[in-house]
């Protein structure tokens, strides 16, 4: 193989033994096999005195120090026993997967997984909460999305893990770039089609019809020729791409940009779409989101998220090691030593073939 196959060295792959997730997994063991990556999967089991913290049981009952560590043994065993049965048909055939279990808030734990392991790629199912949940909850899938420095692929239980087609969405950012190079070198691994494509994204005014013929055909023509640009600087990122592909289709449309990433990937049939996102958290983050995420959570399609270069994390300390922590502070108590670590529809569209 040539060194396109190694575009992924370390892969970490979560699972929470729900249908989703063993889809996730058999994508990890697919891409796993064909760019010669390392593969370990992920459980992460509940933090026994995080979860006790922030329940609150009072001063009637304390549990012992024993019955604590008892517990969280007895999930350990667990998820290690259930780890080992859900590899065991992989490892029957030669496959080499180390496991590991978790303990705490799944999406903080697989971050620290990742960045011990020195893993280049995440990979995780969804289960595909609703909006209100979603916002509410979140899910370790989203949390992820925003938070990982390495790039997560969120696959979908209906995709096929096999890669057939790969879209990538470009702004011209820095970021739009870097996913770009990833996803040339990954599709020159698998053998995939490369689709590149740039949303004009207009505004209001631009969806309200002319009231003159005129100003229709201007508008119009301004549009073709914005479109054509788009092209012309789709070929140069691509030119400039680290792995040079050898055949690509570059598109361009305008609309709502996450709207017509989701139709391109319907006619394209495309197996995974991969962009940059710039992992906006906190309330700016629920309320807002970005295309990346509005992409993921809009469209039936498997979606991999590259973050900029030199992204960290937010402080990844959860709501029970929070609750742990004040309990510790106000009984004069010690807490836990890991507790302070840091985290680490209708559009216009032209397209051309190179």
């Not at 029957?92 to 960045?115: D, F, H, N």
């Not at 087609?165 to 599709?187: C, G």
């Not at 140069?236 to 791409?241: I, V």
Request: neutral net charge; glycine residues 8%; proline residues 4%.
């Amino acid at each position: 193989m040539d060194k396109s196959s190694h575009i992924f060295r370390s892969i970490v792959a979560a699972t929470d033994f729900s249908r989703p997730a063993r889809k996730a997994l058999q994508a990890a063991v697919w891409t796993a096999q064909r760019c010669q990556a390392s593969l370990t999967v992920v459980h992460a089991v509940r933090d026994v005195a995080g979860s006790l913290a922030v329940i609150g049981y009072g001063d009637s009952w304390q549990p012992t120090l024993e019955e604590m560590m008892n517990l969280q043994d007895e999930y350990r065993s667990e998820g290690e026993r259930r780890l080992k049965a859900l590899l065991a048909s992989q490892r029957s055939k030669g496959m080499q997967i180390e496991s590991q279990v978790l303990t705490g808030a799944p999406y903080e734990e697989i971050i620290r997984a990742a960045g011990s392991l020195s893993a280049d790629l995440v990979i995780v199912g969804t289960r595909g909460q609703s909006a209100l949940k979603r916002f509410l909850v979140g899910s370790t899938a989203t949390r992820l999305a925003r938070a990982c420095p390495c790039p997560v692929w969120i696959v979908r239980p209906q995709q096929s893990i096999e890669l057939r087609s790969i879209l990538v969405p470009l702004d011209f950012s820095q970021v739009s770039e870097k996913a770009l190079s990833l996803a040339a070198s990954l599709s020159l691994a698998v053998g995939a089609e490369l689709h590149l494509l740039h949303v004009c994204d207009v505004d209001d005014l631009h969806m309200v019809p002319p009231l003159f013929d005129q100003a229709a055909a201007d508008l119009e023509h301004e549009r073709r020729h914005d479109r054509q640009s788009a092209v012309e600087r789709l070929e140069r990122s691509l030119q400039c791409c680290a792995a040079t592909h050898p055949s690509a289709s570059l598109h361009a449309a305008q609309g709502a940009p996450w709207q017509v990433i989701g139709s391109m990937a319907d006619k394209l049939h495309a197996d995974l779409v991969v962009m940059g996102s710039i992992g906006r958290s906190g309330l700016s983050g629920m309320l807002i989101g970005n295309t990346a995420e509005k992409t993921l959570h809009a469209s039936q399609h498997s979606v991999l998220i590259v973050k900029p270069d030199g992204f960290s994390p937010p402080s990844m300390l959860s709501e029970a090691r929070r609750a742990l922590h004040a309990r510790g502070n106000s009984h004069g108590g010690a807490t836990r030593a890991d507790e302070s670590q840091p985290a680490g529809a209708g559009q216009t569209e032209l397209s051309g073939a190179r």
